[in-house]
């Protein structure tokens, strides 16, 4: 697999989508990231199958495979009904999405990902996107701060975080990841550090990037575009996406519309969790349209 990204779960979540059933089908991977799932959907599928695959991050869609089975879209995911319609496509047999930041995400300083180094606060997976975390720091109100440290962060001193931000900023910009570990510096310690800051960065990054209404969407969409009888197949890294996809994939159960394949989501073996510390969050969850 390429260095930009180790995929997670990969033999589960792509064995979830029951490609030995439909080989020349029609299958959507909604986060290309690094390809790696990609690859493996496509060397199960077959010589008159189609990929379908998306991703808003312009380095990650430089990785699709030159393959004529793959159609390319570089755009968000939360968009799946609209471009599956726009390509003439009636319904799909599988959807997967891996939800989680790429490595290359996180080990690139200038993308701002990552409180290990000190760079731009951007957290952009569209380049192109308007806002960065730049702009929401030192723009939102301390009560939509607040908000959002505390929904997407599930941060219990978002108060005291978001009242540090909005006085630090009264005197200068905040420019870089290092200025806001510096503002917030008297709230974490050597122990909590890695906990407090990982938080606040997600929160931030959920906001920047519409994260949690892009997965609403998505989920939406996908409902619209499998075909009966087609899975779906989503790894999350943290409770509000988890909680997500099992209220989601519930609440259609109770419309007769999704039934789940398994019981309790999937996680990673000990074994990948000790190659690949990224992954030691992740859940799968897995559901079949009826």
């Not at 997407?152 to 200025?179: F, H, P, V």
């Amino acid at each position: 697999m390429p260095a930009y990204h180790k995929p997670v779960m990969l033999s589960e979540s792509v064995s979830a989508l029951n490609i030995d059933s439909k080989k020349n089908g029609i299958f959507v991977d909604a986060t290309l990231g690094g390809g790696g799932h990609t690859k493996e959907i496509l060397r199960q599928l077959g010589s008159k199958g189609m990929l379908i695959a998306f991703d808003k991050d312009s380095d990650a869609i430089a990785n699709a495979p030159k393959d004529k089975r793959v159609i390319s879209i570089h755009n968000n995911f939360r968009f799946v009904e609209n471009f599956v319609k726009y390509l003439g496509i009636n319904k799909v047999d599988g959807i997967l999405a891996d939800l989680g930041v790429s490595s290359h995400q996180f080990d690139t300083p200038d993308r701002g990902f990552s409180y290990r180094f000190d760079s731009p606060l951007d957290m952009r997976m569209n380049k192109l996107a308007k806002h960065n975390a730049e702009w929401v720091v030192n723009n939102y109100k301390q009560e939509d701060l607040e908000k959002i440290f505390r929904e997407y962060g599930e941060l219990e001193n978002a108060r005291k975080i978001s009242e540090l931000i909005c006085t630090a900023r009264t005197g200068c910009k905040i420019m870089t990841t290092g200025d806001l570990c510096k503002i917030l510096v008297r709230l974490y310690n050597q122990k909590t550090e890695k906990k407090f800051l990982g938080k606040v960065f997600q929160a931030l990054r959920i906001e920047v990037n519409m994260e949690m209404r892009a997965l609403e969407d998505f989920l939406a969409g996908a409902m619209q575009v499998l075909n009966t009888g087609g899975r779906l197949s989503v790894i999350t890294y943290h409770s509000l996406e988890d909680r997500a996809v099992k209220n989601f994939i519930r609440a259609n159960k109770d419309n007769g519309i999704f039934e789940s394949v398994t019981k309790k989501p999937l996680t990673p073996s000990d074994e990948e969790q000790g190659e690949n510390a990224r992954s030691r969050s992740a859940k799968l969850r897995i559901a079949e349209k009826i």
